[in-house]
Nanobody, 116 residues
Framework: DVQLVESGGGLVQPVESLRLSCAAS????????MTWVRQAPGKCLEWVSS????????TYADSVKGRFTISRDNTKAVLYLAMTALKPEDSAVYYC?????????WGQGTQVTVSS
């Protein structure tokens, strides 16, 4: 079974940093592009960033460009999201996501709260 387990969230103050991780299993991680999305309370799901299977192409939402960095370790089947200069509007549950065999798979999410 496909499993995605996010971790690394927490409560931080504005301008601080966090690094999220997503441990993947149950599918050939190296073969698939991966994505981070987030959902703030009362808001729609928002795409944050994507990375191709070899990590050679990354894309970011304008709202996080220059502050967030997506990466992956294919030897460990782990996806990362390094977040710097965090803002209160970055507060959300963050999910990693993969489209595998025609279905989307999600983890349980990890909460990020940015507040002073």
């Amino acid at each position: 079974d496909v499993q995605l387990v996010e971790s690394g969230g927490g409560l931080v103050q504005p301008v601080e940093s966090l690094r999220l991780s997503c441990a993947a299993s149950g599918f050939p991680f190296t073969w698939y592009d991966m994505t981070w999305v987030r959902q703030a309370p009362g808001k729609c799901l928002e795409w944050v960033s994507s990375i191709t299977r070899h990590g050679d192409n990354v894309t970011y939402a304008d709202s996080v460009k220059g502050r967030f960095t997506i990466s992956r370790d294919n030897t460990k089947a782990v996806l990362y999201l390094a977040m710097t200069a965090l803002k209160p509007e970055d507060s959300a549950v963050y999910y990693c996501n993969v489209l595998y065999n025609g279905d989307y798979y999600w983890g349980q999410g990890t909460q990020v709260t940015v507040s002073s």
